[in-house]
């Protein structure tokens, strides 16, 4: 806008700024008949009349402020509103554009485009405005919902709840803000959801539910002092909160003060007999065994996880047992021929896709709803069942040429019942391929991050019990967790 005006211009903007309208409109009436080439004039009056909802007439002006200044921002965008408010949005889509190729473009352009093409239904390109309002006002709470909206259309949920976050937090939207949380847990987004609860939690610091699911998301985030802080604040306010206590007894387990942490799980498990991730990590940490809290806790676990289980497994935590597995099977020269394999613990498919080649028949058993419904969506097996394994295995003799149970062993501990029905299904000289995590103390022993571990002396005791031989047996670092490698142990054996 000018800086240079004359005095009944300055006269109408006195009386526009002090909201005495009706003068402010006789002045501008006077100010363009005296001054029609002078854009501003036209603008003012333009955006007079939007604010009296006299759209027709504010349209009019902005036309004339336009042909006179074309690259005039303010006019643009404002003759664009005014365009969406009077139905016509082809029309706006165009004013938009044109507010966008001005000299000084502002986020409010290029939201007001997307929003224009998002109700023509032209959801990609709604998203590309957006996103370019979003590059120039990163906390634009409408270009974060409208981008959250368009990517949904475009089915890419994923990418749209950072922007649902962005939103809600400006927004202040507590409600959403919870919704949001709750989605992003079932995709296994973490950050999102404890972003999430971290703003519900700001804006509502007496919630102990919030807190106590703020804790959670900061103990599967590996923060394990802070998850121990947030859930103490959350038993500050709400004393028999059972999710706090199972929070804080697992994030102790973890931070190695095992007194402290059985206590906790003790009282969380008294407040829920139901909670069965709370029972396993007591068992864990007591010794004693809850095969139907562990049966449940892995289910949910694989479950809750089944459509980023592949990317995170393999991208973020490098587990490397199918392929191990495989190299050491092709070493034994097991995958020579052809022959019936069954996959225990199939999780999504991952050893599928390097036994699919060598198989006449493969089938895939799994625990979990979720990986059993990943797995057949990939089509590599010909038969895909849910169920506990030595369950699936009973009554099936001598079926399989080979079984393999990769990373399997470390969520069912004693495996007795696992070697005893997996040699019952295979044939005479038939292969059991696995991994386990290393073990230096005998036996089984349940660790803090709810898994187990195997000596080898147990594995080489089993394997005699139940007629099998060792044939191939190699370490190698089984995944990461908290930035270390876990060490592990792949095994082949052959039924005698």
């Not at 976050?165 to 847990?185: F, N, T, W």
């Not at 019942?417 to 059991?432: D, I, K, N, P, S």
């Amino acid at each position: 806008m000018s800086t240079q005006h004359s005095p009944l211009f300055l006269d109408a903007v006195r009386h526009h700024q002090s909201g005495n309208l009706g003068t402010a409109e006789r002045l501008y009436r006077k100010l363009v008949e005296k001054e029609p080439r002078n854009p501003d004039a036209w603008y003012l009056a333009g955006y007079l009349f939007i604010q009296r909802r006299q759209l027709t007439r504010a349209l009019a002006h902005l036309d004339k402020a336009v042909q006179l200044r074309p690259h005039y921002t303010e006019a643009q965008l404002n003759r664009a509103n005014v365009l969406m408010e009077l139905g016509r949005a082809e029309d706006a889509v165009l004013g938009y554009r044109a507010a966008t190729q001005c000299t000084q473009p502002h986020p409010e352009a290029f939201a007001g485009l997307g929003q224009a093409l998002a109700r023509l239904g032209r959801p990609a390109e709604a998203a590309e405005a957006f996103g370019a309002a979003l590059r120039l006002a990163p906390d634009h709470s409408a270009a974060n919902a409208g981008l959250a909206n368009a990517l949904r259309l475009l089915g890419r949920d994923a990418e749209a709840l950072p922007h649902v976050l962005a939103y809600a937090v400006g927004a202040k939207d507590i409600q959403v803000l919870l919704d949001l949380s709750r989605e992003a847990m079932s995709r296994n987004l973490l950050p999102v959801a404890h972003a999430a609860l971290q703003a519900v939690t700001s804006l509502r610091p007496a919630d102990a539910d919030s807190l106590a699911l703020l804790a959670n998301l900061s103990q599967m985030g590996s923060r394990y002092a802070e998850a121990e802080a947030t859930a103490r604040r959350a038993l500050a306010l709400k004393a028999d909160l059972a999710l706090a206590h199972s929070v804080l007894g697992r994030a102790l387990f973890r931070l190695e003060r095992t007194e402290e942490a059985a206590a906790a799980l003790k009282e969380a498990c008294r407040l829920d007999p139901d909670d069965a991730e709370a029972r396993h990590f007591l068992s864990l940490l007591t010794g004693e065994t809850d095969s139907e809290a562990q049966l449940r806790y892995t289910r949910d676990l694989f479950d809750g996880c089944a459509a980023t289980f592949d990317q995170v497994l393999v991208d973020q935590l490098e587990y490397s047992a199918p392929w191990v597995l495989a190299e050491e099977l092709k070493a034994a020269g097991v995958l020579d021929r052809s022959q019936a394999i069954i996959d225990l613990g199939c999780g999504t498919g991952l050893c599928g896709t390097l036994l699919k080649p060598h198989a006449t028949r493969l089938v895939g058993v799994d625990l979990a709803p979720g990986m059993v419904e990943a797995t057949r969506r990939r089509g590599l097996y010909d038969e895909v069942i849910e169920g506990e394994i030595a369950e699936v295995l009973s009554g099936r003799n001598a079926e399989y040429d080979l079984a393999i149970a990769a990373d399997v062993l470390i969520y069912i501990g004693e495996s007795s019942q696992v070697f005893a029905a997996t040699r019952q299904a295979l044939r005479e000289g038939g292969c059991f391929a696995f991994s386990v995590e290393i073990e230096d103390r005998p036996g089984v022993t349940g660790r803090s991050s709810g898994r187990f571990a195997h000596s080898s002396a147990y594995i080489q005791d089993l394997a005699g019990r139940f007629g099998f031989a060792v044939i191939a047996e190699r370490a190698f670092p089984l995944r990461k967790e908290l930035g270390h490698h876990i060490e592990g142990r792949a095994y082949v054996l052959r039924a005698i």
